[in-house]
């Protein structure tokens, strides 16, 4: 399967297996989504359990509030998570604090998918990664997977789980991984050992990341469309990097990372987003916290420029395999 | 260029500080003139309705017209009595401010009518998102005073534990839903819970209300829509008190029509109520429910009102309006009017009313008594630390556990 | 709970694929019925017009009733030559991006009438705040199609220094403000520009344009509130061209009533304007315009039109529409419509409306050889790398040139 | 001055500058403001140029960015951050990058003032401090002073910048120095050497930290309320501490901090906010990056926690005085 239709699939399950579970949002009904991925399920569901709503991002996740707290499991799509911005408050001060505002009395198991990333040419509103942001709120649990494997596993769980979840998908990947390399065709997931997806139900926790490839000389970490970037470069620097996919920012599975990084001694983090106050940040301190004393190199950060994300310089902008490469190459210098 | 050229219009409070509060812009129907459309009509034959007014208690207390909800006495003596509880409570609250024991507290002096009508008018399972000015809807629903108080004293039985400044309560035992600091917001979740219902086929409803000031936020605007475009079963109500902190209506809109009006624009019906008759709020608040029960979808209600006190107890009213507005509004008290009507009907006496409201600060005095000894904010006990880092998630991940743990305290 | 008995109220579009593209729903009056209220009117006279349609084209392409412009033929045939020089513009550059020249494009067809229109009963110094759809303003306010195709090309001559994706143009020269990716955001925006011209004491307007899809965004709510409470000299139009890329209409509230009611809830006057009569847009553009710059404030139009073509390149209606929908729109082509007009004036005939779709479709190729001879995004040359960091702020700070130095480009 | 009289004195001074000044927001005409700091301006310049709006803080944004690009200069004021979240799309999506999508065509000088921060017993929706999120919007610049003298010479600088400024303002400073002990008395700042203000115009330029105490054996980063903490606490711990005031989040004036950290060999960062990706992340980055070399121990964070700001443990959440100093003494104990 591909990543979108492993997102479907996992749509498809629990609409089957739970009746209070409802999707919206732009576009996601009769036409099935701009990027393809609730397609057929209103036709499946109904259009009483899978529906087009208003341009009001806000009004979406409000109405998704209103919905869980009164026993429905709703999901909902923002079209492009650069228009989740009109539904910030909703967000940060309402749905990520009912429970904690009404002492446990309220709250509501939203899930909010949402298509990240850049690579597609979008331009600065169609390209961004707002993950730390999100990270930042307390009350909400912030995802992303990298593959069709996990965005199935962790879609349900999303669905399943009583807390809101901010469910991101890197939309460079929804048919195809991508190592970065805008002169390679994408590959294939079904080429992929994570292209393979079971039909049925079944679910990856959030919460905990992934060590995507065993290594001993280095620790990258990263996360989405990134991860697959950091593969290739890797394996292109000849240097036995120890790889892992964050998969949940919030909450963040430190252990691991930092098992890895006391091992290793060296560490580099990898994102697509804006570097200043980007979620690399917070990996950084907190491995620097926990592996100070392990530490051969200074931790370092490949991200986005400080910039807005270029339409005509996407490929400077984008962190690609030569300045993932650059890094791996500058840290393993150091004695 | 010169600034004082520039023809900007700002509008301006029609009295200040000083001034008299001159009300001869409000110009109001008579009582019962209105007509009372059958509750099926279509939205497009009742499109004068929000430029009018809903009024049923005239200027000698007589319920007139064709929106008289035709009320009998018990009902008529228990809005009265939750309409004075809730005046006894907000006195004896804002008294506590006063003496340090809160650290902030809102009345809703004047207002307490309208939200007690429509509770009345509504079912147990209707869900209410209130805004921080209507304790009455609280106290009507039968949430208990001292578990009030607690939430406002931040004490070890907050049933909030300790996380909310007072008055923002949350009770869902009594369908009362959490209100949020942020104004509006809970506009839309109304629309999205009402949406639900629908869903499950049940027939419950749900009520909303937003202060006129906070109706200028796009949480206003994407209930409307949702609620149109859904027809979900909500009221919509906007709280026109005549001010938002120290701004006067006209910045919300008020100044170039009426905020039910609003309405139209999402082909709602939009009724513009007395807010401080009793009577027509009732018969308002039956006619859209029972609209939206029928499965015609929502209504917009706006209560016309005047905020009484300042704004909170951090605010001086007097620094922007004159001390006797108030004492000078059109509509009056909604409590000396139902009070007289009932008198009037032979129903109640002064005597009765002197008994009740004695009755009642009692009431209020003992709930006290014992709310503080549960522990105030100042002197405790309060709610345990550990409760900081609870219900953040549904369980507690990893890192509060850790920060928890820092912090040097035990669950 | 069985959700199928759930009665959840969700719109649906009037037609699907395969289906007939029926618009017996769709009433109109007939051109010339509605009234021309004076420039001043009082909006509470006039609260009728937003449920009608000012029409001035009748089926026999005659131009009829009190709001026709009386223009001159001059006017008219700049009309149509900017339309049509629109539509082959368009074509151009959708055959380009299927070329895989460009990496996106938005058709404007069947929309170029209302916007040529506008801006020609604007004035040169109003500023405009339009859609991604409005080429046509570019193009009546004389951007250079050389200078629109470098920026879809994201070339080196782009003006954007290739920060924007296709049809996100922005003209400075010529009052035409830059377009934002994100919908509905410049509604409010312009009505902050037209409050400073009256803050300077200057009598240039502001006329935004927002989708009926994107008019459910708070920026909606905003937009409305700030002009009506504040006065601003703005025109605010909603485009209903029924479609929000799949979605219809509906979903936006167009199913319990027009758009234009939406300006009754703020006291502003709202018309309906059929948006493919180029005469009657033109008369109430004028007529908001007018109102405007006489310190009346502010106008809601809706301009009800069809979008004839799919949402963007990167969309296929046929999955969610019928083929022949526009074929069938009961209020046709705008194009076809004013050329049936000036031939029947005597003023234009089919040779020479032939002649000049010739020219400009020459026009448009040489401006495609000269707009690619400064390249293209695939082919390059491209704005310099070093750009990319330039404009973030006024001044380049530290850390953003030492990211440059990163990049290892030179500025 | 105080540092609420200093801030009126700013826009005072820019009002009777520049024509082109305008000031609005809720209740900042008539009324002055509910924390009075635009007291007096109304009367003096009239209604044309300092007025009330409706409340919706999306749109005095909006409004504000379309003002800016006709030619004005707009200082609006969000009556508490927390409020900002209505306009986070107006602010990320358009104010920060209109110079930039319009490649410099347009663009809008506007000044967001919002009262930040915590210790005033206002509970989750009156004490947060979002400027984590703002410094990570490239486009914006993000500052808070920390005290009276800053507070006037920035607002200026900020009012006369051609780029658009979050300017977040402290607001348990206002009337006094506070040093983070809820049992003690807020201090006043006539006081206080940063409380002597002049009366005219002067400018603190943007951008630049300051080292409010030198001191060598450790670098205690901070900002806001918590300079003053760290003041208090670097005393009472007897450590020689050299404390700075990061002032600006965006730009970030890395050398002063660099240069401070390189010589001591010891950090730590306090912030009111939220930890998980707070502005303390990005701190111990940077710092860690550029000072790699010369740690002697783990750079540190004591923050807020990650869980909404609570009205009944304000200062159990509070990060004061004592989770300063035991930081400061973990720190010191390494060898
Ligand atoms: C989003 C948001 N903006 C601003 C505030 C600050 N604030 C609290 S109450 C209030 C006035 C509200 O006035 P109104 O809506 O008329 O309600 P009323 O107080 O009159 O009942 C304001 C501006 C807030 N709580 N939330
Ligand atoms: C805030 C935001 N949400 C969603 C989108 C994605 N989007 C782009 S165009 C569009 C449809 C807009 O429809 P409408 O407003 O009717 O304009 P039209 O395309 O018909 O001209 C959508 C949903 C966006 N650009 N911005
Ligand atoms: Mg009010
Ligand atoms: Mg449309």
């Not at chain 1, 679910?203 to 490839?213: I, N």
């Not at chain 2, 007589?62 to 809730?86: K, S």
């Not at chain 2, 929502?298 to 009102?305: F, R």
Request: hydrophobic letters at 40%.
């Amino acid at each position: 399967m591909t990543m979108a239709q492993a997102l479907n699939s996992a749509m498809d399950v629990m609409l089957a297996r739970d009746p209070n579970v409802l999707i919206f949002g732009e576009d996601v009904g009769y036409f099935g989504g701009v990027f393809r991925v609730t397609e057929g399920l209103q036709k499946k569901y109904g259009r009483n359990r899978v529906f087009d709503t208003p341009i009001a991002e806000g009004g979406i996740v409000a109405a998704a509030i209103g919905m869980g707290v009164n026993g429905l499991r709703p999901v909902v799509e923002i079209q492009f998570c650069d228009y989740i911005h009109p539904a910030f408050d909703q967000l940060v001060s309402e749905l990520s604090r009912l429970r904690y505002r009404s002492g446990g009395q309220f709250w509501s198991p939203v899930t909010v998918r949402t298509p990240c990333g850049g690579g597609i040419h979008g331009g600065q509103t169609h390209s961004q990664s707002p993950e730390a942001v999100y990270a930042h709120v307390c009350g909400l649990k912030t995802v992303m997977p990298s593959n069709p494997y996990d965005a199935k596993g962790m879609l349900i769980s999303a669905i399943e789980d009583d807390d809101p979840v901010i469910f991101l998908e890197p939309k460079r990947l929804y048919n195809g991984p991508f190592a970065g390399d805008p002169e390679q065709q994408s590959g294939r997931w079904d080429a992929h050992p994570k292209g393979e997806v079971p039909d049925g139900y079944y679910t990856v926790p959030l919460g905990q990341a992934e060590v995507v490839v065993p290594g001993d000389e280095l620790t990258i970490v990263g996360y989405g469309t990134l991860v697959h970037v950091a593969v290739a470069a890797a394996r292109e620097a000849g240097v036995c990097a120890e790889i892992i996919d964050v998969r949940s920012m919030m909450p963040l599975d430190i252990d691991t990372l930092a098992a890895s990084v006391k091992k290793n001694g060296r560490c580099l983090i990898v994102h697509e987003a804006t570097r200043t106050c980007g979620y690399g940040a917070e990996l950084s301190a907190q491995i620097q916290e926990a592996c100070f004393w392990s530490l051969k190199a200074p931790i370092e950060r490949v991200t986005g420029w400080d910039t807005p994300y270029p339409h005509a310089q996407e490929w400077e902008y984008f962190p690609g395999k030569k300045r993932v490469l650059e890094a791996i190459r500058r840290i393993m210098e150091i004695a | 260029m010169n600034p004082l050229t520039g023809k900007l219009h700002i509008p301006d409070a029609p009295f200040r500080p000083g001034q008299h509060a001159d009300y001869s812009k409000v110009t109001l129907p008579a009582a019962g003139e209105l007509e009372r459309p059958d509750v099926l009509v279509e939205e497009r034959l009742i499109r004068h309705m929000p430029y009018s007014m809903i009024r049923v208690l005239d200027t000698e207390h007589r319920a007139v017209g064709p929106w008289n909800p035709n009320l009998d006495v018990e009902t008529l003596r228990q809005g009265l009595r939750f309409m004075l509880l809730t005046r006894a409570y907000d006195d004896r609250m804002m008294r506590a401010q006063r003496q340090g024991k809160l650290t902030f507290y809102v009345k809703s002096t004047g207002e307490e009518g309208f939200t007690v009508a429509q509770c009345l008018a509504l079912r147990p399972g209707d869900m209410l998102f209130t805004t921080y000015r209507q304790p009455a809807a609280a106290i009507a629903r039968g949430a208990p005073l001292v578990d009030m108080m607690c939430q406002c004293l931040s004490n070890s039985r907050d049933n909030l534990r300790g996380r909310q400044v007072p008055t923002l309560y949350s009770f869902k035992e009594v369908n009362f839903f959490s209100i949020s600091g942020n104004v509006g917001t809970q506009f839309p979740q109304a629309v999205g819970w009402a949406m639900a219902s629908n869903y499950k086929g049940e027939d419950h409803i749900a009520s909303a209300w937003v202060g006129e000031g906070a109706s200028a936020e796009g949480d206003f605007h994407y209930a409307m829509t949702f609620a149109s475009v859904y027809e979900a079963p909500v009221i919509l109500n906007i709280v026109n008190n005549q001010w938002a902190i120290s701004t006067f209506q006209d910045f919300a809109g008020g100044e170039h029509c009426p905020f039910a009006a609003r309405a139209l624009g999402y082909g709602m019906p939009g009724l513009r109520v007395d807010g401080n008759d009793f009577l027509a709020v009732y018969a308002a608040t039956q006619w859209a429910a029972g609209r939206a029960r029928a499965g015609k979808g929502a209504t917009l209600i706006e209560l016309y009102t005047y905020r009484a006190e300042s704004h909170s107890s951090s605010d001086d009213a007097t620094r922007y309006r004159p001390v006797d507005d108030w004492q000078n509004w059109p509509l009056g008290d909604p409590i000396l009017r139902l009070k007289q009507h009932l008198i009037d009907l032979g129903e109640w006496t002064e005597e009765r009313h002197l008994a009740l409201e004695a009755e009642l600060k009692q009431a209020v005095m003992d709930a006290w008594q014992e709310a503080v000894s549960y522990g105030t904010l100042e002197e405790g006990p309060r709610p345990p630390v550990a409760a900081m880092f609870e219900h953040v998630y549904k369980e507690l991940p990893p890192h509060l556990i850790k920060q928890r743990r820092q912090l040097g305290v035990e669950p």
